[in-house]
């Protein structure tokens, strides 16, 4: 079946990096455009980067530019979010989701918990 | 991206019907028809309930419909059940990396 399964999420220090994985099964990961969403405690879902099928576009959210990078390994079935100088507000569950449309999130994760705190 | 404007909470009777709006600007919900909702349960992730202003999903019932009209689009839910009261969250299309409401909490009375 289609699965999304996030993994990597941790306790970091603020001004750390951490890198999380999105491995996915049950579909042609190559064909898909995917997005990573976050949802800090209690707060609402944002929109924090997106990739295109090919890898050819790559958005993200203002409060994440420059520091968050997201990237595909089609080879693995893998999408990545590299996050860099982690600051106390990138606090969140991250979700990855897969894009079936033109930004219709069809598939997610279950969430991966990032805590940045000293 | 400022989020879409949603109302923080709704609440109606079982069997009654309701209707969520999501009010963004000519940049993104008015200027496509790329809106999408999505249903959040506690402690779950987002599911999928409407894309592209009015399509539903396989699987998704038939109670749940979306509309647009200029910069709004809502979300109306029929027949109001039980398991419907949960978080729902509108996003659409943009220029960038998309943008989502804030999130609409449903409550069933």
């Known amino acids: 079946q289609v699965q999304l399964v996030e993994s990597g999420g941790a306790v970091v220090q603020p001004g750390r990096s951490l890198r999380l994985s999105c491995t996915t099964s049950?579909?042609?990961?190559?064909?898909?455009?995917f997005h990573w969403v976050r949802q800090a405690p209690g707060k609402g879902l944002e929109c924090v980067a997106v990739i295109w099928y090919d890898g050819s576009n790559k958005y993200y959210a203002d409060s994440v530019k420059g520091r968050f990078t997201v990237s595909r390994d089609n080879s693995k079935n893998t999408l990545y979010l590299q996050m860099n100088s982690l600051r106390a507000e990138d606090t969140a569950v991250y979700y990855c989701?897969?894009?079936?449309?033109?930004?219709?999130?069809?598939?997610w994760g279950q969430g991966t918990t990032v805590t940045v705190s000293s | 991206q400022s989020a879409l404007t949603q109302p923080a909470s709704v609440s109606g009777s079982p069997g009654q019907s309701i209707t969520i709006s999501c009010t963004g600007t000519?940049?993104?919900?008015?200027?496509?028809?790329?809106v999408s909702w999505y249903q959040q349960h506690p402690g779950k992730a987002p599911k999928l309930m409407i894309y592209d202003v009015s399509k539903r999903p396989s699987g998704v019932s038939n109670r749940f419909s979306g509309s647009k009209s200029g910069n709004t689009a809502s979300l109306t839910i029929s027949g109001l059940q039980a398991e419907d009261e949960a978080d729902y969250y509108c996003?659409?299309?943009?220029?960038?990396?998309?943008?989502f409401g804030g999130g609409t909490k449903l409550t069933v009375l």
């Open positions: 000519s940049s993104d919900v008015g200027g496509y028809n790329y």
């Open positions: 996003s659409s299309y943009t220029s960038g990396a998309g943008v």
């Open positions: 989701a897969r894009d079936s449309g033109t930004y219709v999130m069809d598939v």
């Open positions: 049950g579909f042609t990961f190559s064909s898909y455009g």
